[in-house]
């Protein structure tokens, strides 16, 4: 995600990081390769458009703009539910924190088994939304026999719960929690789950492939058409003022479809290691460590 100030008038025109223009430079340009030899020809041929203006393609420009409009904002929504999915791990955790440390106390073994498994949940989740490996940072924080159980599991994130879960049905039987405050903590992992499920439900399930085509399909034909409307009136301003368009049109396609995934490690996408980190760091606080990993810094503008 791409955390920085607005820049200044001059800069606003010369900014790399984070702006959408490199992805979307080849459309671009070639609408305006066709665009100059749009005027090429009509310089040799003025009679070859002559009853074309730019009321003939107002008309998809404004069916484009309804399109484009809704799906940024259909695709924006997806990103601001991810990002309140992962606020409310946060929330969530810090409870099941809370919680811990008051039932259990900072120097019990179940405490820091507890605190552990949640932030190997919270690592594990975050990588297998991005489709990477999730064992590497589930087994910082497992016992060997806990990273068999989840490497061997179909859903990893979700095998961590049922082990903080076994753990508080073992303190139940033993006594060691009443079973109300064991109620509380159960409704504690049954948000963390409902969390993953939504996060879940995002990254697998995209916008409908037909509307996204249909989408791309008017953007080209749009653009193509553009300079057949814009060269009697507009002579050779006409690649430039296509290109605007194009930039415009394309742009904000590509831009949709990076927020389409908000967990994507794009420059758009949310930043779940730093999510992550800021879990970890309140766990090992609450487990009396006093040699925390440090935040996660932006680097060039972006935080990741």
């Known amino acids: 995600m791409i955390v920085r100030d607005k820049p200044g008038f001059l800069a606003l025109f010369f900014v790399y990081q984070g702006s959408i223009a490199p992805r979307v430079m080849s459309q671009i340009l070639l609408v305006a390769v066709l665009s100059s030899l749009v005027v090429a020809v009509h310089v040799q041929f003025p009679a070859l458009f002559p009853a074309l203006n730019i009321a003939s393609v107002g008309f998809i ?39 811990s440390l008051a039932y259990r106390g900072q120097d019990s073994e ?30 910082q924080r497992l016992r060997l026999d806990e990273v068999a159980a989840v490497e061997a599991a179909v859903n990893r ?48 399930t995209p916008l409908p492939f037909a509307y996204t085509l249909l989408v791309h399909r008017i953007c080209y034909i749009y653009c193509f058409l553009l300079p057949f409307g814009l060269v009697a009136g507009s002579g ?8 605007i368009v194009a930039y415009a049109f394309f ?20 930043p779940l290691d730093a999510l992550t980190r800021t879990l970890e760091r309140e766990c090992l606080q609450a487990l009396g460590e006093r040699q925390l990993p440090p935040p996660v810094a932006c680097r060039n503008y972006r935080l990741t």
Do not use: K
């Open 236 to 243: 050779l301003a006409t690649p430039l003022l296509t290109a």
């Open 157 to 204: 994130p979700d095998r961590i719960l049922q082990l903080m879960g076994e753990q508080i049905a073992i303190e139940v039987s033993n006594g060691s929690l009443d079973p109300v405050t064991a109620r509380n903590f159960e409704q504690r992992l049954v948000a963390l789950s409902d969390i993953q499920a939504g996060c879940e439900r995002l990254s697998a």
């Open 61 to 99: 420009g404004v069916a484009l703009s309804l399109y484009l409009g809704f799906r940024n904002n259909a695709c924006y929504e997806r990103w601001w539910e991810g990002r309140r999915l992962w606020g409310q791990l946060l929330v969530q955790g810090r409870s099941l924190i809370r919680l």
């Open 251 to 270: 742009g904000l396609d590509e831009l949709s479809r990076e927020l389409e995934q908000p967990f994507g490690s794009g420059d758009n996408g949310l």
């Open 110 to 139: 179940r405490h820091r088994r507890t605190l552990h498994r949640l932030i190997a949940f919270a690592g594990c989740l975050r990588d297998q939304l991005r489709e990477q490996d999730p064992m590497p940072a589930a087994s």
